[in-house]
């Protein structure tokens, strides 16, 4: 007999389940082959989990519970719950760098959306770059789609100090070079900074970037701020798989709720936690994949006017516990006031302004006021000139205020297997007032623009007590990082830019609140060296990372591929 037809004919799902033909007989009896009846499936909204777990993923080593309790929320809401795993984008593990495959996430997670019979979907993400090349990929598929992130780890202790995963590791390796850490105190640390399951308890790009994605709307709110491994943890999980279903019965997408003034939310809230440089990339990408073309431009304008309120490592000293504990991130958006335009529609469906309206900041402190912030400007600056002309970036707040200001000679690696060799080589002649520089490393010269921008301090002057350089490179550096690191320079030296024709002994001009950077050489020397010059060869001459190196754009336009910018549909696939 027949199956009967679909209660819901408008939900995507119905399909594949409702026609009385040959493949909807083959789609039905298939689920019913791993147990499932009529009434698990038939006429209910199909919310996919797509879940970034993975064994080599410490961030997401939670996951497996929280899946459970994400369907639990589903079940609940009358939903059908199928979990779908993606790439796991383990930070520390994958090599050379996870932003190689930011980009073959965000396709993943586009094509698992149009090519399965799915009404909505729960992303589950929260390691740096699964959180943007999660949401890159809904908002291209355009399904209704919630993001739940991983939650930060619970804060760590050694001794007497409190440790923060990342910022803590940097500075402590930095004591052990200079002579003054024991390789007993060492290991200690090493056993005790990662405490649990969860991102960096830092404001690392994990945590910025979750944080983005709620101010942009795509999160439940509070969601960004709360800790991996508590119970409301659990609950938040519970509640992101029942709002999923209710987002499949609305219909509500992502084109109905991205508009600039949510990028422009997201931006300010980067600027305002003293967020990770990398944010703005992604936050480029995700705009571009909604039609928004986003420039460094804007970026610069608003960290002009928008404080630096969160007390956060490695700009400030507390951690994303604490964070918490103090009302988080709608109590941070609560105290930005007008600096966040609270109309912006968000994936519960209501406004950023309703959902903030209860939040309470519960240490002043650790979320300050808009009278007594850490930076009256934003986290992040924009800086432009002969040496990046189309743009480069700087964390002020994670800076030496004695190098925001300085010119100083150059010492120039070709690559960071020469910075790796040749750094604490005596004759390299670096000083604490050299100018170091990282070249071939970013998106075509890395390959994949890896973190490689806080270039180490050298031995011997580590053990004369100097703790940061200015440091430029057309890499990334971790949003753990800190120092005087000027990044992502574009365009970078493979291709050709200004970084390729720097020389050791060049005067370079750092000057961030001009936000100008420039190379002090004459322009028909320059000239010259640029005759000379000739590309590095090609790291990929076949795969997935020949596809990468041929479509990647710049830093300053979100190294996102080409082909993949809002432009044209993508059809539904038809169903034969």
């Given at each position: 007999m027949p199956a009967e037809p679909s209660e819901n004919p408008e939900l995507n799902s119905s399909r594949w389940f409702?026609?009385?033909?040959?493949?909807?007989f083959g789609h039905r009896s298939r689920l019913k082959g791993m147990g499932y009846d009529d009434e698990d499936f038939r006429g209910k909204p199909v919310v996919a989990i797509l879940n970034t777990w993975s064994d080599l993923n410490t961030c997401h080593s939670h996951f497996p519970e929280r899946v459970k309790e994400v369907k639990r929320g589903i079940w609940q809401m009358g939903g059908f719950p199928v979990e779908i795993p993606v790439m796991s984008l383990g930070e520390m593990m994958m090599k050379p760098t996870t932003m190689l495959y930011r980009n073959l996430l965000a396709m993943e997670t586009e094509e698992v959306l149009r090519c399965h019979p799915i009404d909505a979907a729960v992303l589950m993400g929260g390691c740096d770059k699964t959180v943007p090349a999660m949401i890159m990929g809904a908002i291209s598929a355009d399904r209704p789609a919630i993001f739940l992130p991983a939650g930060p780890m619970l804060k760590a202790r050694w001794k007497d100090q409190t440790l923060g995963s990342g910022s803590d590791a940097w500075k402590y390796w930095d004591e052990r070079r200079a002579g003054n850490l024991c390789d007993e105190s060492w290991g200690q640390i090493e056993n005790c900074i990662a405490r649990s399951a969860g991102t960096c308890m830092t404001m690392g790009t994990a945590s910025t970037m979750s944080a983005i994605a709620e101010s942009l709307g795509f999160t439940l709110p509070g969601a960004s701020s709360v800790p991996a491994v508590i119970a409301e943890h659990s609950r938040l999980a519970v509640a992101t798989g029942r709002r999923a279903v209710e987002?499949?019965?609305?219909?509500?997408?992502?084109?109905?709720?991205?508009?600039?003034?949510?990028?422009?939310?997201?931006?300010?809230?980067?600027?305002?936690?003293?967020?990770?440089?990398?944010?703005?990339?992604?936050?480029?990408?995700?705009?571009?994949?909604?039609?928004?073309?986003?420039?460094?431009?804007?970026?610069?304008?608003?960290?002009?006017?928008?404080p630096v309120l969160a007390n956060i490592r490695p700009a400030g000293k507390f951690l994303m516990e604490d964070f918490f504990d103090s009302g988080g991130l709608p109590a941070l958006l609560q105290e930005l006031g007008s600096h966040i335009d609270g109309s912006c529609q968000t994936v519960n469906g209501f406004t950023l302004a309703e959902n903030v309206a209860a939040a309470e900041v519960i240490d002043a402190d650790i979320i300050r006021s808009l009278d007594n912030p850490i930076s009256a400007t934003g986290g992040t600056f924009v800086l432009r000139g002969n040496l990046a002309p189309s743009g480069c970036v700087i964390k002020p707040t994670a800076a030496s205020p004695r190098l925001l200001d300085h010119t100083g000679p150059a010492v120039v690696f070709d690559d960071y297997a020469q910075l790796k060799s040749q750094l604490n080589d005596p004759a390299s002649g670096i000083t604490a007032d050299s100018v170091l520089i990282l070249?071939?490393?970013?998106?075509?010269?890395?390959?994949?623009?890896?973190?490689?921008?806080?270039?180490?301090?050298?031995?011997?002057?580590?053990?004369?007590?100097?703790?940061?350089?200015?440091?430029?490179?057309?890499?990334?550096m971790s949003g753990t990082s800190y120092g005087t690191c000027v990044l992502h320079v574009a365009p970078e030296a493979a291709v050709g830019g200004p970084l390729s024709l720097v020389q050791n002994g060049d005067l370079i001009q750092l000057?961030?609140?001009?936000?100008?950077?420039?190379?002090?050489?004459?322009?028909?020397?320059?000239?010259?060296?640029?005759?000379?010059?000739?590309?590095?060869?090609?790291?990929?001459?076949?795969?997935?990372?020949?596809?990468?190196?041929?479509?990647?754009?710049q830093a300053d336009a979100g190294c996102d591929f080409d082909f993949l910018h809002h432009g044209a549909d993508t059809p539904d696939p038809d169903i034969f």
């Amino acid at each position: 007999m027949p199956a009967e037809p679909s209660e819901n004919p408008e939900l995507n799902s119905s399909r594949w389940f409702a026609p009385d033909s040959l493949r909807g007989f083959g789609h039905r009896s298939r689920l019913k082959g791993m147990g499932y009846d009529d009434e698990d499936f038939r006429g209910k909204p199909v919310v996919a989990i797509l879940n970034t777990w993975s064994d080599l993923n410490t961030c997401h080593s939670h996951f497996p519970e929280r899946v459970k309790e994400v369907k639990r929320g589903i079940w609940q809401m009358g939903g059908f719950p199928v979990e779908i795993p993606v790439m796991s984008l383990g930070e520390m593990m994958m090599k050379p760098t996870t932003m190689l495959y930011r980009n073959l996430l965000a396709m993943e997670t586009e094509e698992v959306l149009r090519c399965h019979p799915i009404d909505a979907a729960v992303l589950m993400g929260g390691c740096d770059k699964t959180v943007p090349a999660m949401i890159m990929g809904a908002i291209s598929a355009d399904r209704p789609a919630i993001f739940l992130p991983a939650g930060p780890m619970l804060k760590a202790r050694w001794k007497d100090q409190t440790l923060g995963s990342g910022s803590d590791a940097w500075k402590y390796w930095d004591e052990r070079r200079a002579g003054n850490l024991c390789d007993e105190s060492w290991g200690q640390i090493e056993n005790c900074i990662a405490r649990s399951a969860g991102t960096c308890m830092t404001m690392g790009t994990a945590s910025t970037m979750s944080a983005i994605a709620e101010s942009l709307g795509f999160t439940l709110p509070g969601a960004s701020s709360v800790p991996a491994v508590i119970a409301e943890h659990s609950r938040l999980a519970v509640a992101t798989g029942r709002r999923a279903v209710e987002m499949a019965l609305q219909k509500l997408l992502p084109s109905s709720f991205l508009t600039p003034a949510s990028f422009d939310n997201s931006i300010v809230t980067s600027m305002a936690i003293g967020g990770s440089t990398n944010a703005i990339v992604h936050i480029i990408a995700m705009a571009r994949r909604a039609g928004i073309e986003l420039t460094l431009e804007r970026f610069d304008e608003l960290s002009r006017t928008t404080p630096v309120l969160a007390n956060i490592r490695p700009a400030g000293k507390f951690l994303m516990e604490d964070f918490f504990d103090s009302g988080g991130l709608p109590a941070l958006l609560q105290e930005l006031g007008s600096h966040i335009d609270g109309s912006c529609q968000t994936v519960n469906g209501f406004t950023l302004a309703e959902n903030v309206a209860a939040a309470e900041v519960i240490d002043a402190d650790i979320i300050r006021s808009l009278d007594n912030p850490i930076s009256a400007t934003g986290g992040t600056f924009v800086l432009r000139g002969n040496l990046a002309p189309s743009g480069c970036v700087i964390k002020p707040t994670a800076a030496s205020p004695r190098l925001l200001d300085h010119t100083g000679p150059a010492v120039v690696f070709d690559d960071y297997a020469q910075l790796k060799s040749q750094l604490n080589d005596p004759a390299s002649g670096i000083t604490a007032d050299s100018v170091l520089i990282l070249r071939n490393a970013g998106p075509q010269g890395g390959p994949g623009f890896p973190e490689w921008g806080m270039l180490p301090i050298p031995d011997h002057l580590l053990k004369q007590g100097v703790r940061d350089l200015v440091r430029i490179s057309d890499a990334r550096m971790s949003g753990t990082s800190y120092g005087t690191c000027v990044l992502h320079v574009a365009p970078e030296a493979a291709v050709g830019g200004p970084l390729s024709l720097v020389q050791n002994g060049d005067l370079i001009q750092l000057n961030v609140e001009q936000r100008s950077l420039n190379l002090l050489v004459d322009e028909d020397v320059l000239a010259e060296r640029r005759k000379a010059w000739t590309p590095p060869a090609a790291r990929y001459k076949r795969g997935y990372g020949a596809m990468f190196l041929k479509h990647v754009t710049q830093a300053d336009a979100g190294c996102d591929f080409d082909f993949l910018h809002h432009g044209a549909d993508t059809p539904d696939p038809d169903i034969f």
